[in-house]
């Protein structure tokens, strides 16, 4: 028997645990064992073969959350192909741009973007959820054998993801090998993951939130995962309180436990077996976590992003409830810095921008070395975050640079005065935006959805914000909308919002 490449933990765990539940779909029913995901794998790795795929090639894929994101990905690790996860909310001309620039030989997609597909490759393979005989299902079973191995290492590139452009096109980070699995090594140990361990995964797969908070980590143990489709707040309740799935594991940016508190079932819900409920991605409103902190749920916070694969620190259990609002620490095999506008490490209490290093973080951009070298400064990855530490090394993301508007000599961070927003009790959803002003340069517009009942008005708006906030922090207006737009993994898109309200977007800081 050929030895099993160090990086296929597929592989490991159905020798060592072959009966264990690996993946559970919820839209479909579909369960897969370790051994039954292994064969899948397999015989989709021989089909990619049979169709041309090797070691470097990529595949995308288009799809909503199911088991194929990770047969494919395993399957392009044992061919050495690259794996191209596609943002299926894009438009067609958006997806053009990505397959023009990353050149796939194939595109496996969801029968759903039939008509997307055929605009965008001439080699398609399709999944139909609803056919046991389509076309990538009868790949499987006509599938050769499989060539063996390329002989990898963690250097080599295992995906590509294309991150959300602010303006101009998305970059396509590069994702090795060697990232993915140190990203398993640094949030395991704190996310207490282990065989026993049992993720409900939200978040979209082709993210990598999605895929790597905690799903991969999961799979790297020989825990479980349970998928849904789509995020549902009524449903991911109901999946929780549910003893038969037996959730452990919970990942998500705010805005789903935003909906969740929201949800007429939260009362109710039995959150009782949920060990660690992770939250990232965006600066988490107080209001939030001492909502799910008073239903016994201290959300634990970490900070990241696609370019480090993506955990760079984490809030460890024991300090969710002693340390609300901090992304916690530098993960271990991580380090961090947090430096002023010369490259000088500030003071504990000062705000400045993140830097990240470690062998989690990309090695760069696909096809564009200029974006690579704005990137870092003697290796060191400029994160576009502000960020501060406290005396104990904890540190609080702040909000995006690119955010931040300064009214009257004043920085500004949205995420303090949206904080302060979420404690109205007629405000469901709330984000600020700087709008030029005359006088002060810049200062803050709040964009408000209501909750049902008595509305609340901008002079309540105002008038909660003074008695709350120094006064050039305070919205001097607010415009009041149906809902904030929103990007797949439920931030808030604060350039939309820019170009709704301003007319244009910020230059992009780079």
């Known amino acids: 028997m050929p030895p099993i490449p160090y990086f296929d933990w597929i592989a490991h765990h159905a020798g060592r645990r072959p009966a264990q539940p690996a993946l559970h779909d919820l839209h479909t029913g579909r369960k897969f ?22 070691r470097g090639d990529r595949v995308a894929l288009l799809a909503p959350n199911g088991p194929e994101t990770f047969e494919l990905q395993f399957a392009c690790g044992r061919l050495g192909a690259i794996m191209l996860p596609l943002n299926w909310r894009l438009a067609v001309p958006e997806l053009q741009y990505i397959l023009g620039d990353s050149t796939p030989s194939l595109l496996i997609h969801d ?10 490759a001439e080699r398609r393979l399709e999944i139909d959820i609803e056919r046991p005989d389509s076309d990538y299902e009868r790949a499987l079973l006509e599938a050769p054998r499989p060539p063996a ?15 959300s452009g602010t303006t101009g096109h998305p970059k396509g980070a590069i994702i090795t090998h060697g990232m993915t699995f140190w990203n398993c090594v640094n949030l395991g140990i704190p996310a207490l993951i282990t065989p026993q361990t049992v993720q409900l995964v939200v978040l979209p797969l082709f993210h990598t939130g999605g895929l790597n908070c905690y799903a991969n980590p999961v799979l790297h143990a020989g825990g ?50 949920l060990q660690i409920a992770g939250v990232g991605g965006a600066p988490c409103a107080l209001a ?17 992003m696609t370019e480090t694969s993506p955990a760079g620190t984490m809030l460890d259990a024991a300090d969710a409830t002693r340390k609300v609002g901090s992304a916690g620490k530098a993960l271990m095999h991580t380090a961090i810095r947090i ?32 974006a690579t070298a704005r990137s870092f400064t003697d290796g060191w990855l400029h994160t576009g975050d502000a960020a501060r530490q406290d005396e104990e090394g ?19 961070y949205p995420a303090e005065v949206e904080n302060v927003l979420f404690e109205i009790p007629g405000v469901a959803d709330a984000a600020i935006i700087g709008v030029p002003n005359e006088r002060w340069g810049e200062v803050g517009l709040a964009v408000i959805v209501r909750k049902p009942g008595p509305p609340v008005e901008e002079a309540d708006v105002i008038r909660h914000c003074l008695a709350k906030l120094a006064k050039f922090k305070v919205p001097q207006s607010v415009a009041f909308v149906d809902a904030l737009p929103r990007n797949a993994t439920g931030k808030v898109l604060k350039r939309d919002l820019r170009v709704r309200f301003v007319g244009a977007d910020k230059p992009a800081i780079t």
């Open 111 to 120: 029968s759903g973007f039939a008509e997307a597909a055929a605009q965008l």
């Open 224 to 273: 479980s995962l349970k998928i849904m489709r789509t995020f549902d707040p009524g449903a991911a309740l109901d999946a929780i309180s549910d003893p038969a799935l037996g959730i452990t594991h919970f990942f998500a940016v705010p805005a789903p436990y935003q909906f969740m508190m929201q949800h007429p079932s939260f009362p109710g819900a039995d959150l009782s077996r």
């Open 149 to 163: 191995p390329p002989a990898l290492t963690h250097d080599d590139i295992a995906m590509v993801m294309y991150t």
């Open 288 to 304: 939030i976590l001492e909502t799910w902190q008073a239903r016994g749920v201290p959300l634990v916070q970490g900070w990241g």
């Open 339 to 370: 430096v002023d506008d010369a490259n000088r490490d500030v003071a504990p209490g000062g705000i400045g921008e993140l830097l990240i290093k470690g062998p989690n973080i990309t090695p760069g951009y696909w096809n564009n070395p200029e």
């Open 33 to 54: 064992t370790y051994a039954e995901l292994d064969r899948r794998i397999d015989r989709l790795a021989g089909a990619l073969a049979s169709r041309g795929v090797g």
């Open 394 to 412: 904890f540190v609080y993301i702040v909000d995006r640079w690119k955010d931040m508007y300064i009214s009257g000599g004043e920085n500004v």
